[in-house]
């Protein structure tokens, strides 16, 4: 199994509410059902225990970011992709702030965690990357489809710069990375101290400068934003990443951002109408960003962390390709998580290779570099550019880089469309695969304009008063309508009590 990178911890908390007493909101709905379990135990066993907490707004009257300051709290954050904010108080001021008609949910700012991580020793014949020709990429560069024309966001521990990730062969000088920016206080640096996010970058569009085209990404010639949203140990929040999400909202039109790619899950099990990752990553999609995320690496029935649990964005678990060519002795990785969200979903969508992958080394001074010194990868004259690592990151980023080589190909599709096409297209690989195995040269070769997500409900977190979705973050234009069951939804009350909760909780 791979050993997974940490962030900082949570404490495992029993969801034992039975009994509990707490006043009722004046909306008539009762306080728990606008608060998470985890939140309101705290609040019954420690309320003086200080919680950093994500507040969804239920208006824009500034009475909620009011009610934080009397209790004692302080807004740390203004979330307004999700028209909510985070903050610092103590649990029983969360549940305080909870009664108030002017606020929708509360929840805790939980941390997040890489899907991937260095793995054991492996075989140094076998150190060559095999997946690109496993899932076609390499017949699609023959025909001139390199991603050129197509720029992915990479969210995650930034990205550092590498002449791997610059414009070849003519430019060498010029970096394929359009902008860079970091959304953690803890850094005040956007490049990648860390290690994981480069590896990313690399196994997206990598051009194999450095190691003479022995290991080159999906998509050699796209474009690349570096978000970076965890700080220079890899440690980030939820508050974190959704301000990195807001900035691709409002940058995507300039940088042309039509893929985002997400190697990150929480460590916060919770169904996806009360996720704020997820409704953050909705309102990409719908503004036609294709979404890629990992599918985590907790094995079965373990895809219960955001945004592995979204119905609408591509969740992708990983296969281990034995590290041959042939693929007919390739499995399921051990790691890779499958199975049905709390909301009855199944994931993930489909599968990639993503064990023992090779790609870009951040810097021999990098967190990962150091402590995973027998991962690092040289041969190709002075310092060590590459690293091996394994996780359902590595898959995620195989098929964002997949998903640019089909845009390029035919960029009128929308996100809707693209997935439609991918899980149409993928080879049956039995179970915990979803559709099957990523293979995008079927997928560039196929035609159908079919739509994935007909019918499923938008977050309920993005709904404001008698509409579905917050007005001012979605470009109306952009969205398929046949994808979400707008008519079905019943816009004035939200069941809570029909959430399957579950009654344990695993920490990272």
């Given at each position: 199994m791979s050993k997974l990178i940490k962030s900082i911890p949570l404490l495992v908390i029993a969801l034992l509410l039975v009994g509990m007493a707490v006043p009722a909101a004046s909306t008539g709905q009762p306080v728990l059902a606008k608060l998470h379990p985890m939140l309101a135990h705290m609040a019954a066993e420690s309320p003086g225990q200080p919680v950093s907490v994500i507040v969804q707004k239920a208006d824009d009257s500034g009475k909620a970011e009011q009610l934080t300051a009397i209790l004692g709290g302080a807004v740390t954050k203004d979330l307004r992709m999700i028209n909510a904010f985070a903050a610092q108080m103590t649990?029983?001021?969360?549940?305080?702030?909870?009664?108030?008609?002017?606020?929708?949910?509360?929840?805790?700012?939980?941390?997040?965690?890489?899907?991937?991580?260095?793995?054991?020793?492996?075989?140094?014949?076998?150190?060559?990357?095999?997946?690109?020709?496993?899932?076609?990429?390499?017949?699609?560069?023959?025909?001139?489809?390199?991603?050129?024309?197509?720029?992915?966001?990479?969210?995650?521990?930034?990205?550092?710069?590498?002449?791997?990730?610059?414009?070849?062969?003519?430019?060498?000088?010029?970096?394929?990375?359009?902008?860079?920016?970091?959304?953690?206080?803890?850094?005040?640096?956007?490049?990648?101290?860390?290690?994981?996010?480069?590896?990313?970058?690399?196994?997206?569009?990598?051009?194999?400068?450095?190691?003479?085209?022995?290991?080159?990404?999906?998509?050699?010639?796209?474009?690349?934003?570096?978000?970076?949203?965890?700080?220079?140990?890899?440690?980030?929040?939820?508050?974190?990443?959704?301000?990195?999400?807001?900035?691709?909202?409002?940058?995507?039109?300039?940088?042309?951002?039509?893929?985002?790619?997400?190697?990150?899950?929480?460590?916060?099990?919770?169904?996806?109408?009360?996720?704020?990752?997820?409704?953050?990553?909705?309102?990409?999609?719908?503004?036609?960003?294709?979404?890629?995320?990992?599918?985590?690496?907790?094995?079965?029935?373990?895809?219960?962390?955001?945004?592995?649990?979204?119905?609408?964005?591509?969740?992708?678990?990983?296969?281990?390709?034995?590290?041959?060519?042939?693929t007919g002795d390739d499995s399921l990785a051990s790691f890779s998580a499958f199975g049905t969200t709390l909301d009855g979903f199944a994931k993930p969508d489909l599968v990639a290779p993503g064990n023992n992958i090779v790609s870009l080394l951040a810097s021999p001074n990098s967190r990962l570099a150091k402590e995973y010194k027998d991962n690092r990868v040289g041969g190709f004259g002075g310092p060590d550019h590459y690293f091996r690592m394994s996780g359902t990151s590595m898959a995620s980023a195989v098929t964002s880089g997949a998903v640019a080589l089909l845009l390029q190909d035919e960029p009128g599709l929308n996100p809707d469309q693209v997935k439609y096409r991918l899980m149409a297209t993928a080879r049956p690989f039995g179970p915990g695969s979803g559709a099957g195995y990523l293979d995008v040269y079927a997928a560039v070769q196929g035609t159908t304009t079919q739509a994935a997500n007909t019918g499923r409900q938008a977050s309920q977190l993005l709904w404001t008063g008698s509409d579905p979705v917050n007005w001012g973050s979605v470009n109306w234009g952009s969205v398929n309508w046949g994808s979400v069951n707008w008519g079905s939804v019943n816009w004035g009350s939200v069941n809570w009590g029909s959430v399957n909760w579950g009654s344990d909780y695993w920490g990272p």
């Open positions: 649990a029983g001021a969360a549940l305080e702030l909870a009664a108030s008609p002017a606020v929708r949910w509360v929840s805790i700012d939980a941390p997040v965690k890489e899907a991937g991580g260095p793995d054991g020793t492996v075989d140094t014949n076998k150190l060559a990357n095999t997946y690109i020709s496993a899932i076609g990429a390499d017949r699609l560069w023959d025909e001139g489809y390199q991603g050129s024309s197509v720029t992915v966001a990479v969210v995650d521990s930034g990205v550092a710069s590498n002449d791997d990730l610059r414009e070849l062969p003519n430019n060498k000088s010029l970096l394929r990375i359009l902008s860079s920016t970091m959304t953690n206080t803890a850094t005040n640096n956007s490049s990648d101290q860390y290690g994981h996010g480069t590896h990313i970058a690399g196994i997206i569009g990598g051009n194999g400068y450095l190691s003479k085209r022995t290991y080159i990404g999906v998509a050699p010639k796209v474009k690349l934003v570096n978000v970076k949203v965890s700080d220079d140990k890899g440690a980030a929040s939820t508050s974190d990443l959704i301000a990195g999400l807001q900035w691709v909202n409002d940058n995507r039109e300039r940088y042309n951002i039509r893929v985002l790619n997400l190697s990150l899950n929480s460590t916060l099990t919770e169904t996806y109408h009360t996720s704020s990752i997820d409704a953050a990553l909705e309102i990409l999609w719908f503004n036609g960003i294709v979404v890629v995320v990992s599918a985590g690496n907790n094995g079965t029935n373990n895809v219960l962390y955001p945004p592995a649990n979204d119905p609408f964005v591509i969740v992708v678990g990983a296969v281990n390709d034995q590290g041959t060519i042939i």
